[in-house]
């Protein structure tokens, strides 16, 4: 990753984790609520979308993917995503992932839930998310 990258990225990370702590309101139940959107400099037809996925208790959700890819930072509880390669990691609050474009996932949560900040870079109306199956 080159360096102005990296930076817009630790920016991007910091502004989330502000707006998290400021009380942002959510969907209630958990799910997907965008926090920010803003368009990349000199890339006209791309935008970087912030958001806050919440899951209040223990789920498993469908296989998906992401057309552009996805960054997230785990902020509360526990997080197994499998991957289409059958990989499953566990990762707890703190950790960060990183979602390969068009790579499907599965994301399952414990009992306790959880909460986890995501990024994703897309084309102006391009879709999010993907169902894989």
Do not use: C
């Not at 799910?31 to 970087?48: I, T």
């Not at 552009?68 to 902020?75: A, M, N, P, Y």
């Amino acid at each position: 990753m080159t360096r102005p990258l990296a930076t817009i990225w630790l920016g991007l990370v910091a502004i989330g984790l502000a707006v998290v702590a400021s009380g942002q309101p959510t969907m209630g139940g958990g799910g997907f609520s965008e926090l920010y959107r803003v368009e990349v400099a000199d890339e006209g037809d791309l935008e970087v979308v912030m958001g806050l996925i919440e899951r209040d208790g223990e789920s498993i959700g469908a296989r998906h993917y992401h057309p552009s890819g996805e960054f997230g930072f785990v902020l509360e509880g526990v997080v197994t995503i499998t991957t289409e390669r059958e990989q499953s990691v566990v990762l707890k609050a703190g950790a960060s992932f990183y979602q390969p474009p068009g790579e499907w996932h599965a994301v399952s949560t414990a009992s306790a839930g959880a909460k986890t900040v995501v990024f994703r870079i897309v084309k102006k109306g391009q879709r999010m998310i993907v169902a894989a199956d």
